[in-house]
Each structure stands twice: as C-alpha cells, then as structure tokens.
C-alpha cells in the first residue's frame, strides 16, 4: 500500500545527458549576503564550516545552492542576496570543477546577477556561464552538478503542507531527470495562465475555448512527464533505501498525486488524455477557486519511519531529521553510483544528532564519493569525522582554513 505510486516498469539508465563525476576544487563568492570577497581552495575530502551564530555559514551553503537551478536554499529573490553596500546591484558565484576524464577539464562554472543595463533584460535575471560562455539558462548547471540540501528551515517539513516536501522531492528528481526543472516551468506558465483565464471569466471576460484547451494540453503533457519522472525517482530511492540499512531509519515512502496514482495502472498516453478531461470538466469549479484544484502542483510526500511504521509528522525532531538523511543519503549514494556528481549541503544538521549518529553520519558521507559541505557552530561536534574532512572557519563574512 506504501509504493502504490511506484509504476511498474524498470529503472532507466542514468540521464546521459550529464557530464560524469567531477570534483570541486575551489569555491568563489563576490558581493553576496555577507561577503564582499571570499575564496575556499577545497582538496576534495567534506567540508566543514564553523563559526558562531551570524558568521556567514549558511550564506556560504546558499551561495554553493546557486549552482543548480531554482532560487537557492533559501527561496531567495536574486536582488535579496546581493550584499547590502554592494557598489552595484550584483553579485557572483563561481567554482571550479575538476574532472580529469573529461575534456575541457578542470572546467570553471559561474552564476549572479547582472545589472539590468547589461543584461539586455528588464526583470531580474541569473547568468549562467560555463568555462566563460554564456548559457541560456541556469538548466545547463544541472547537468553538472546535483545539489540538495537539508536546513534548519526543514525542521517542520513534515508538519507543514505538502509544497515543501513537493519542493524536496523535485529537487532530488532533478538530480536524476535534467529537465525535470523545465518542465515544471513550463507546467506552471499554462497553470498561471489558464487561471488568469479563468478568473478574468469571472469578471465577465468571456476566454477563448481553443486557448483554454491548449493551455490544459500543455498541462497535461508537461503534468505527465512531471509525474513520470517523480515515480521513477521514488521507484529508485526505495530501492536504495531497502538496500542499505544504517543507524538511520529505514524510511518509507509514497507519492500522493492525482497523476502519479494513476501512472500506477495506466499507461502515461492515456493519463495523459485523462487529466486533460479532468481538468477541461472542472473548469467552472476552478474558476470559483480562482486555480485549478487537481494535478502535480498538488502532489506530496508521504514519509513513514520503517521501523515504527508512524508517518514521518508523528515521528520526534530527531527522528524526523534522521529520515530526511536516510532520503538524501540514499539520493547521493544513487547519485554517486551512477557516476554523476551530488552536492549535499547539510545545515546544522549534526546538532540534532546524538554521538552515535553523528559517527554514522561521517562514515556514512566519506564512503559516499559525493561533495558534501557541513556546517555547525561548535567544532567539537565534527571530532569524530577527524581528518576525512576539510575544515574552515567562518568570522564575520571571512573564511579560513582551519587544521585538519
Ligand atoms: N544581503 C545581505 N547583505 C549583507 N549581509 C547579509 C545579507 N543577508 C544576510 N546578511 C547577514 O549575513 C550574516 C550571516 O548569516 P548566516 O545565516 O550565513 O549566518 P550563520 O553563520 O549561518 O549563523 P547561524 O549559526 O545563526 O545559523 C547575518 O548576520 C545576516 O544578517
Ligand atoms: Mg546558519
């Protein structure tokens, strides 16, 4: 009953689209949150970043968050993270990435934002360039790297609505899918639309029918695809889940989505054709809700502890932070495995682990192969991760390196 969601086909290859395992070498960041200038010369082995409250840690993550699509670990505007007494409204990100098997390698990636003067755009724009050529959008950069994170902020995902935990779990399809991103732009553009449409008919505005419908085809193509690529997803983390077992909770999971459902016994062509009935016979209903009340923009993640068998919101904080590593160690190490390279970005995380867990937890992120950045203010925490970790220390917007 758990999987119902899970669609009974295979796994998929990895997505070939992306480059394979890379290793990032150093770290810049220009005129973000607080940091006029900050350079990290990274040797491979986990980071660790220290500091007291205030220090410039978290900004640090969000800055490494930027090298993926979306709006960084903090939901941010690009503006909003601009450092305050910046000279101009800009900022950068940059890394470097070594992989010597590839050629072009070490390769240097960079995002911001430009002046608007410069970048020919009105509206707030992300630049993306990689080794100096300009992308056309920040998709390029997940076909790089795939990042996750788990934040203080996440402490409540479980007891909050589902779109944080609809949030996460696109994250780690993405790492999976490259274009999961696109599509649940492109989803989302007809969504806006159609209910702009429909709340203009309200006021008396009569739509266009033919538009409505292409609107809701686009829905439904791009809501399909959304829904297919999260089963798969799903499929292969409680696949690796079930194979691994650790000090972390064994977590089981399911989708709850009208669409995802039915992928379970239908085939995605006739989902497809089936969402597009639904949404065209609840147009009057979505009208009075000024949005349309069914699709993947609804979906969630059911989270259960394995061996308690209590949904993940019943479980302690402990345990429900537990889980979410359990998920996003287990995203890694399918990452890691399939040769790509994730990113996993854990915010005061070991603070809500006790000793023992916090052992696991080291051993568990130096067999992963993948870049994993921590972040705690205490450095007697990391004791136990020892010298498998590069460490630095963050005072008031400056980074330095700290023994080993
Ligand atoms: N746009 C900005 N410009 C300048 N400073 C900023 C900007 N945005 C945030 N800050 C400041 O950056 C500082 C560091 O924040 P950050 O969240 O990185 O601290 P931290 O080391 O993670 O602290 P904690 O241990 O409390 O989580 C804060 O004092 C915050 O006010
Ligand atoms: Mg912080």
Redesign the pocket.
Known sequence: MLARSVPPQTILPRDESRTPSATMRWLSVTD????TQARLNLDGRPVV?T????????????ALSFLAPGRGLRWARLS???????PAQTWAVAAGLDAPHIPGAPMRISTGLLPASESGHTAERRTVRIDGSAQSSSAALAQLLAVSWLT?DMDRLFAEGASGRRQFFDRLTLGFDTGHGARLNAYERARQERSRLLRDEMTGRRADPAWLDALEAAMAEHGVAIAASRCETLQRLVQALEAHSGPFPHALLALDGLLEDMLADTPAVDVEDRYRAVLAAARQRDKEAGRALEGPHRSDLLVWHGETRMPAGDCSTGQQKALLISIVLANARILAHAGATPLLLL??VVAHLDARRRAALYDAISDLGAQTWM???DRALFDAMGTRAQYFT?TD?AVADAAG
Not at 32 to 35: E, K, Q, T
Not at 80 to 86: F, K, L, S, Y
Request: with cysteine.
């Open positions: 973000f949150r607080c940091y970043l500091g007291e409250n205030g220090a410039g840690k978290t900004n640090l993550l969000e909003e993270v601009t450092r305050i007494g910046a203080p915010d005061e972040t705690g203010t963050v917007g």
